[in-house]
């Protein structure tokens, strides 16, 4: 009895101390994160987080054409977005072109993509309340803006688990991220049409950038040969 | 007359050349027409001049981004054409705006166009594929053509930069035909090949191929790819295809005739019915409902004996027989008949001209009978090698039938062999008083068939029925009685007295 016992202690043990020996795999966290399956590729991690900025980057193409289609359809032809605070830099400077990025360490592109993301959630959570309120607002734009909000929440997580994982740091939460965001609240509706739109006509070019900054991470981590990059 | 048209002309040639002198004015404003960036990574803009004002004009072009004030000047004018500029990698931000200024300017004035709002990312067009061949690839079953492409040169789709797709179309080339065919698109995704399969044999077919960045706008379709199909690609097997259905077919039709037709005779080839005893004049339905009068009833046709007649006797049909004996069995049936406990006799009627096949007997008291009827119509193979047998297992050989009748006896055995002629025998006490058969009077023998049988005068001998009583025994001197009815043969139920 007792050596079957000892025995199967010790190649629980040796299966146990395994585990870290295999490289190149995230850890599960108490929270799940990319997956229900607790270790997963950082190769998976990153297509993954790619899928999602992709999925993103074309709902949001797909709402700005449709609310022009609304906006057309309710009679205001020309809404001029000033540069006013949604499309503004973000309190971090983000690389601009291509010889840019090229330039820009890995860390820097996590970042960046970071701060975007973070900075995204809460407004489009409110837009997509707000947008409940409108009348005659099409389901395929309500849907659209359901899914945005709600990938992008998922994106953050997986942006988290890949800091963790190629740059070794703790969780991050970037301070900052709330005072732009202001809380807007008016009762006039043109308004709140004009917010509305100027977030998603924002977000659209954000989400390219998270889009851009994630396939070339992917590039670099994944496929350093081939890649022109860098 | 003539000075009024000297005047004329004067007048009209010195206003043309006023005009001509005063067609000097500032330039007429120009007019940006797009801006294109053929892989996100740099760009270009054109426009179109306005008037010129008949004096040299010079066009400028300024641009400002987005959030800044400092305003800068096109960095190359000529790399892409006349009237453009080409803004490099160096100038090219993404996800900015750029406010973009034309300015035409002459010795007499400015003019400003219109200012234009521009984003990399959403003018983005690429140049179309190129290197586009098509072969066509033959094999046996499945032909295709297959179409391949490169991307183009200038987009940088192996860093992840880019992402394209791309998009082929076709369609054939009548050159007879006034009626346009239409353009087939098929989407290819990612690759850089697509194969079309089945195309019609003997059609020339044209291929082009476009691509997109992202999200951008599709490029323009490349330089056609011609192919011609060969002609001779399947006919035989086509042919041979068209045969084979069509003989499938007309077998099919014609088993679904003969079926048809010959329903009842192919199933019973197939399907050999079950014979089912009848007897003709009993009805089963009677027996499932019915008491046993009616039933009887029924079976009492005016040619049979009258039971009535001897209702006072108790009456029994003996035929008695042999069968180790060789019969003559054209037409007969052998019925054997066995009874277990009960052993009343029963009588059977038969009708065994009409329904050999079908007689059946009945045991109509409890008792078990087990029947056997062996139909032969015509034709019977050996005889039957039943040897009738009592229940001690001893054979039967004759009987004494004053003796049997009177008793009704148990595990009779009675083995019938109708003899499928007709006449009804009786035999009953008054008529074997006539046939003092046993041993006495043989006058009335005409035949021996065996030593068993004695055939009598009036009646033709066929065989013998034996009756078996267990409780006696026989006396083997005894012949069988005889009967054997011309038409059919049969033996009645004998009631016993208490019937």
Redesign the interface.
Known sequence: MKKTTVLQVCVAFVLCSLQPVTGSTVDCPDEDTAGTSCTISLEKLLERAVQHA?LI??MS?ESKLLFDEMLNSFGVVNLHIS?GTMC??KSVP?P????EIQQISDKWLLHSVLILVQFWINPLVDVQASLMNYENVPSALLNRSKLMSSKIISLEQGILVLIRQILGEGGLVLEGAEDTSDRFVSSDMLETVRRDYSVIYCFR?DA??IQ?FL??L??RQIDKE????F | MWRDAEQALTLMWLLSWISHSMCHSSPGRPRITRCRSPE??TFTCWWEPGSTGGLPTSYQLYYRK??SLEVFECPDYHKAGNNSCYFD??H??????YNITVVASNALGKAYSESVEV?V?DIVQPHPPENVNVTFMQTTNSPYFLVQWQPPHDA?T????V?IKYEVRLKIENSGNEEDSNWESYSAGKQLEFSIYSPQPGANYIVQVRCKL??GLWSEWSPSAFIQIPDNMSDTQNAFMIIAVTLMVIIFLLTAGVLTVKMKPVKHFFLPPVPEPKISGLDTQLLKSGKAEDIFSALITPGYPQIAQRSDHQVEYLVVSDYDEEMDFNGKAHLEFQKGENCLTDTITLNSSQDVRTTLSEHVYSGAVSSQLSATSGVLGEPQELLPLDCNGLPVKAQDQNTQMSSGSKCEHVSINPAGLMGYVEVDEEKRDQTPLVGEDYSMVTDVISDKILVLQDSIPKQGHKEVKCDKTFKAEETGVVFEPLGYLETLTTFSSGS
């Open positions: 992709e980057h074309h193409e540069e503004s830099p983000v601009m072109s291509k010889t070019k390219h950038k851009t396939k070339l992917k590039c081939n890649c022109s990059f | 996100k990574e987005e959030s990698k160096r090219t931000s993404i996800w900015i705006i984003d990312m940088d192996r860093s992840g930069w992402t992202d999200q």
